[in-house]
């Protein structure tokens, strides 16, 4: 099934769907309040005819792009984000999504390893996909048909995206782990406390604790925190060597929302909050390390 789809945003990610989707769709682009590519002037008459519109933006124009198409939406049109951080508000792009179009427009996340350069070179990428209505997987189905994105069905909209934004702040470790040589056998220390400590925080928002085992979760953190070129993981390395002229991106922002909402208890989740220390204060990040490895130390038990 040919669909007409409108892709908003054109940067990186803008990209890589235009390359999985043109071949099969009627594409049409709008960026930074331009229709880049369709037949009509204005946002509005693009979304209008539109049967997908994917929301490849920065989570903090959601509110503000998905307010103003609602009343223009089609009917049966479905809304779908890539987004994977938190808004100035600290919610997540499922939450703005919720609050604007719950019981009225279908809406979705897309989320998992899906890194832009691969794409539009031809590999897979693999995500899952949450849906306020799960009829429209068919839809799903139909859009990446035949590309190299293999999207599965899934549920636990916003425990995925908690999970998928959370990782970036994990990742962040995986960086300071390789710059400071820690080895191998530490990476896995870090997959496995940073997944457990995710479980524990998505059944705080009322989220499944198997979620974080998933695209959205394993298979994000796997991918950002073992790419050298990934931003996170290079973060962790340039804190190291105390590079701290420039500490952003969106594991900082979604720290610094964690922290200024109370989102939930950070301090209960050690790794976390191991992040959150030295991205704060990195002057202090070799010491505040070595007190985290000798708490490991004294605090051994057996798994179960």
């Not at 590519?37 to 509110?63: M, R, W, Y």
């Not at 998505?202 to 931003?231: C, I, K, N, R, W």
């Not at 909050?273 to 007190?291: F, G, W």
């Amino acid at each position: 099934m040919k669909l007409r789809v409108l892709i908003l945003g054109y940067g990186e990610m803008g990209h890589a769907m235009e390359y999985l989707l043109a071949a099969r769709h009627d594409v049409r682009i709008w960026n930074m309040g331009t229709v880049v590519k369709g037949v009509h002037s204005t946002l509005e008459d693009e979304v209008a005819e539109a049967q997908v519109i994917l929301f490849c933006l920065p989570v903090n124009p959601h509110h503000e792009i998905a307010s103003r198409i609602a009343p223009h939406l089609a009917k049966d049109s479905l809304c779908l984000t890539i987004a994977k951080g938190l808004d100035e508000s600290g919610r997540t792009a499922a939450q703005v999504f919720e609050s604007i179009f719950a019981g009225k427009h279908h809406y979705g996340v897309v989320y998992g390893p899906m890194i832009s350069e691969e794409l539009r070179a031809g590999r897979h990428g693999f995500a899952d996909a949450v849906l306020s209505d799960a009829a429209d997987f068919e839809m799903m189905h139909s859009l990446f048909r035949g590309s190299t994105l293999v999207c599965q069905q899934a549920a636990d909209m916003h425990g995925r995206s908690w999970s998928v934004i959370l990782k970036n702040v994990y990742a962040i470790m995986f960086g300071v782990a390789d710059e400071l040589k820690l080895g191998k056998n530490m990476r896995g220390h870090l997959m496995v406390a940073a997944i457990a400590e995710l479980s524990g925080i998505v059944q705080s928002f009322g989220g499944q604790a198997h979620t974080p085992y998933s695209y959205a979760g394993l298979g994000d953190l796997m991918t950002t925190g073992t790419s050298e070129d990934s931003h996170h993981h290079t973060l962790g390395r340039q804190l190291v060597r105390g590079e701290w002229s420039d500490i952003s991106g969106e594991g900082v922002h979604t720290l610094q929302m964690v922290e200024k909402y109370h989102l939930f208890d950070w301090r209960a989740c050690p790794l976390f909050s191991l992040a959150r220390d030295i991205v704060t204060a990195p002057e202090a990040l070799r010491e505040r390390v070595e007190d985290y490895l000798r708490q490991l130390r004294e605090t051994e038990s057996c798994a179960i």
